[in-house]
């Protein structure tokens, strides 16, 4: 009991923080996507969340933005997975590669965009060498080429992180387990399918929720790209969110907030789903 005491102590602060500065305005926010007015407010029910969802700016910033993950999310966990197989086995340079990994992450976001609009801006060198071959200059970062560059952009500077990851999980499996399998005539896919593989699930249904929190902020390099109204194809829910804001329009921005959240705890729990069925499996297989 003594000790369950110290333990809520010593959490008090990071518990009066997220009640403080969490929980309680995201209650209040809840009041305000399901009310109207100012000053006294009036509840109206899901009529917010009707015209939300009527909206079509805010449509486009979600099929954007669900576009965006589909893309990015897949490609660079299987893309991280490879590399880390890839890691695993090399012999020599294993230190300076894992550096290498670190850098798009730790290079500041502004320069990273500096460095995108000297290759795929309006004087960039990508025009210049379509200029060469006899091709006509375009303005890649305000077309639906702009959606492509914020894709490339974010697979360079994440992918190498969850290289890191699964090279960690990989290295905790032993390797006498590999050395059964080539034992019993098993190859290198049949070892990955039955060794490999089934280590690295829960590795890998992590870096899905880490992947998909780290696409919401992806804002940062599409406003740099785009400003407040960029080019349609990367107007995303942060655009949306940010220019609301702006105009002071509280009770879009709320109940936006909520549908944003409960998609949020909808995707945790679907994958927690899979998760509990993937260890079941494992369990009785």
Not at 37 to 63: C, P, S, T, W
Not at 142 to 157: E, H, T
Not at 253 to 260: G, L
């Amino acid at each position: 009991m003594r000790k369950r005491n110290s333990g809520l102590l010593l959490a008090f602060p990071a518990l009066a923080g997220f009640l403080v500065f969490y929980f309680i305005p995201f209650l209040i926010t809840g009041w305000y996507s399901v009310s109207f007015g100012i000053g006294k407010r009036e509840f109206v029910g899901m009529a917010n969340f009707q015209d939300l969802f009527e909206n079509e700016m805010f449509l486009l910033a979600v099929k954007n933005t669900l576009r965006y993950m589909i893309v990015t999310v897949p490609v660079t966990l299987f893309g991280a997975i490879v590399l880390s197989i890839l890691l695993q086995n090399t012999v020599r340079g294993v230190r300076f590669f894992q550096l290498s990994f670190l850098y798009p992450m730790i290079l500041p976001i502004a320069s990273v965009v500096l460095g995108v609009q000297f290759l795929w801006g309006e004087s960039g060198i990508w025009n210049k060498v379509m200029e060469l071959l006899g091709g006509e200059a375009k303005d890649w970062l305000n077309s639906s080429a702009a959606f492509w560059v914020l894709c490339i952009l974010y697979c360079w500077r994440f992918t190498g992180y969850y290289v890191l990851i699964y090279f960690a999980r990989l290295q905790m499996i032993p390797k006498e387990y590999y050395e059964y399998a080539m034992l019993f005539g098993a190859g290198k896919f049949q070892s990955f399918r039955h060794i490999t593989w089934p280590m690295l699930i829960p590795t890998f249904l992590f870096t899905i929720v880490l992947s998909v929190m780290n696409a919401f902020k992806c804002y940062r390099e599409a406003f740099l790209l785009g400003g407040n109204y960029p080019n349609d194809s990367i107007y995303l829910l942060q655009h949306f969110m940010n220019n609301n804001f702006q105009n002071l329009n509280y009770q879009k921005i709320s109940t936006a907030a909520v549908s944003i959240v409960a998609a949020l705890l909808l995707a945790a729990g679907v994958v927690y789903v899979l998760y509990l069925i993937m260890r079941r499996g494992k369990k009785y297989g």
